[in-house]
């Protein structure tokens, strides 16, 4: 692996930054040479930490496919492996599949798709990627894997709606009721997504990538309550109540109805189930919501990013 590179497109984004992270030390862990890795973002700058050699920041903007051939000829070797998260639009499926096809014409052979738990193979946008993904697989003509994460724990520390309601009101509010979710650390699943962008076997599945504790709303509020000294309450909303907090937050109507009609089905159930992808690809057990909120418990109490 060490004269081919893996690209990471959202790479300064939650997970993929993590992808990115991780990946920078694999190596050292495995013995295995050290992967020359592509962060992909709209700005394609660095941060202010200094990244290896084997790590390079390319302008990638999912609406401009003058971008897509930076990341093919930063290194003077090929991409082999793509992490690919999808964009913000209507049209996601078409620019994802687009893109999939310009990727494997310069020599990609392996994909990993970020989709959701919500989401099926051959519904809206990512679940289009994902039978196309499994379509070309079945033909032999790339490799593939598509991780169906579930909600994740950082929401609570990344969504403004979430940091500011705990922050100033001691509140997080939902439609989800009593509602269970097995919410997933971030860093699980990138952990996931390494092995299926570096096994030497091609995955070729799907994984759904769950949390091992099923944990309502209120029982979030009941740890945060712990966590931070005072008490967090879960007000439970109507999907109308919903639907127009999130327009307060700046959240076009069209996916504010799509987000409350989510909270709605996690109400009746679609979440309530567990599993072992994460123990049984990774080696360790799943992070618990507790730890990740002493993690992040001053995001809650001054406003500092997690």
């Known amino acids: ?43 394609g700058t660095s941060s202010s930490e200094e990244q290896p050699q084997n790590v390079r920041h390319v302008s990638f903007d999912w609406h401009n496919a003058d971008t897509w051939s930076s990341a093919f000829s930063a290194f003077p070797f090929p991409v082999r492996s793509v992490y690919l998260i999808a964009p913000l639009s209507l049209d996601a499926d078409r620019l994802m599949t687009s893109f999939v096809d310009f990727a494997r014409e310069r020599g990609a052979r392996r994909f990993v798709l970020q989709s959701a738990s919500s989401v099926e193979p051959g519904g809206p946008a990512m679940g289009k990627v994902h039978s196309y993904l499994r379509e070309l697989g079945t033909r032999g003509e790339l490799e593939w894997a598509v991780l169906r ?10 969504q403004s709606n979430h940091v500011k309601s705990i922050r100033e009101e001691s509140k997080i509010y939902s439609a989800t009721g009593e509602g269970k979710i097995p919410w997933v650390a971030a860093d699980d699943i990138a952990a996931v997504a390494v092995r299926a962008l570096t096994n030497k076997v091609p995955p070729n599945t799907e994984y759904l990538v769950l949390g091992s504790e099923l944990l309502s709303y209120g029982e979030i509020a009941g740890i945060l309550t712990d966590v931070l000294g005072r008490k967090i309450v879960h007000v439970d909303l109507s999907a109308e109540e919903l639907e127009q907090r999130h327009q307060r937050f700046g959240m076009p ?4 109805k799509m987000m409350s009609a989510m909270d709605t089905a ?16 990774t080696g360790a057990a799943p992070r618990k919501f507790r730890d990740f909120a002493l993690s992040a418990k001053d995001v809650w109490e001054t406003g500092k990013k997690e």
């Not at 993590?18 to 030390?25: C, D, E, F, K």
């Not at 109507?253 to 504010?256: F, N």
């Not at 996690?266 to 690809?281: C, P, W």
Request: proline share 4%; aromatic share 10%; net charge positive.
């Open 1 to 43: 692996m060490s004269s081919q590179a893996i690209l990471v497109l959202g790479g300064t984004g939650t997970v993929g930054s993590r992808i990115v992270r991780q990946l920078s030390s694999y190596h050292s862990t495995t013995n295995s040479p050290p992967y020359h890795i592509l962060i992909a973002s709209r700005n």
């Open 253 to 256: 109507e069209d996916y504010s």
């Open 149 to 158: 994460p579930t909600w994740f724990q950082q929401n609570f520390a990344n």
């Open 266 to 281: 996690i109400k009746f159930g679609s979440e309530n189930r567990t599993n072992d992808v994460i123990l049984a690809v």
